[in-house]
């Protein structure tokens, strides 16, 4: 799939190969979906490493490259690409430990290591008709199973309960594992933007704040709801609209050659003249596909502009300690002439009863 676009970084970089890590990666390049492999991309081919236990797995899923066994992790690398005679080799620099980077530097003694990180990063942004197909349908997936979960929801029901279900409910309908590890937060946890699902009892009145995700043949999708069970108190209901006004001021900017920073600072100028600038310290949003985080960050401090193709969240906060919090997420893609939100959950505010 992005066989020209690794090469365009290989040629930029003046290297006569690649050697890549992660995961996304692998699958992304190659198709091949396990846990754990060795990959090499030079002007002529790919060769795909993998141990014993992935040999047949990478047989029957990769395709465009050459495939072999390999053993003793980096010292097998090495042993595959000293007999190359390359002299200067790439490296995914985020996709290896300090440590291992020791190993293979000596193991491939005369070789030039070159460090690899924002190419690397980039060179998924820009999402495929195909990748798309499996974002929707990772949407999908985990937008019927939350739907099915929230009839469940009622006063004295566990926060981890809930969390449990979601995540059998989304494997129930397909999907091949959850995105992240799920969050449930009720009553003053809410405010914990990574909120860990506990035994507490949900009760009348409580904000619930759903932060889920599935994954569909290795894409993932990434959504945040909050609900309030029972009555919406007023202050609820006002801290849930200035988060849902300054999530659709970010998403009316997004088209293609606006700044990144632009599109976060809508949010975050919205929630600082309401008052709860201090309540909302994470970025606006992040790019989403093989990864569930990953190139781009919509954030204060982002260089890169809205493209065509990218998809990211938006997905602003407020977190008031002691109280409870509100985040609304959606994921967008950028189209010709703005975005299409690609979550289909309505941000209306939701009363359970």
Request: charged share 25%; with cysteine; net charge negative.
């Amino acid at each position: 799939m992005g066989g020209e676009r690794i090469r365009e970084v290989l040629y930029k970089r003046g290297v006569e190969g690649i050697l890549i890590f992660s995961s996304e990666n692998i699958r992304y390049l190659t198709g091949f979906s396990g846990s754990e492999g060795f990959l090499l991309v030079g002007e002529g081919e790919e060769l795909l490493m993998v141990d014993g236990r992935y040999i047949t797995q990478a047989q029957e899923e990769a395709r465009g490259c050459r495939i072999t066994l390999v053993e003793k992790g980096i010292k097998g690398v090495a042993a595959h690409v000293s007999p190359l005679g390359l002299k200067h080799v790439g490296f995914e620099a985020a996709g290896i430990s300090v440590a291992l980077f020791e190993q293979l530097r000596e193991e491939l003694e005369g070789v030039e290591l070159v460090p690899i990180k924002e190419e690397l990063e980039r060179f998924r942004g820009k999402k495929t008709t195909e990748e798309l197909t499996s974002i929707r349908g990772a949407v999908d997936i985990a937008e019927r199973a939350w739907e099915s979960v929230l009839e469940t929801l009622k006063p004295g029901t566990r926060e981890n309960e809930l969390a449990l279900e979601l995540e059998y409910k989304m494997k129930k309908e397909g999907s091949e594992g959850v995105a992240f590890d799920l969050i449930v937060a009720s009553g003053p946890r809410s405010a914990l933007p990574h909120a860990q699902p506990a035994p507490r009892s949900i009760e009348e009145g409580d904000l619930v704040l759903f932060d889920f995700g599935s994954c569909c043949r290795g894409y993932n999708s990434d959504e945040t709801c909050t609900v309030v069970l029972g009555r919406a108190t007023k202050e609820q209901k006002r801290v849930y609209q200035v988060v849902r006004e300054a999530h659709d001021k970010a998403i009316e900017l997004v088209r293609p050659g606006v700044m990144l920073t632009e599109i976060d600072a809508a949010a975050r100028g919205h929630i600082h003249e309401a008052g709860y600038g201090e309540h909302f310290g994470h970025g606006t949003g992040h790019g989403v596909g093989l990864a569930v985080h990953e190139w781009p960050v919509v954030g204060k401090d982002s260089q890169d502009v809205a493209e065509e193709g990218m998809v990211f969240t938006i997905e602003p906060g407020i977190y008031i300690p002691g109280w409870g919090g509100v985040r609304i997420e959606d994921m967008v893609m950028v189209t010709v002439g703005g975005c299409e939100i690609l979550t289909t959950i309505s941000k209306d505010l939701m009363i359970v009863k």
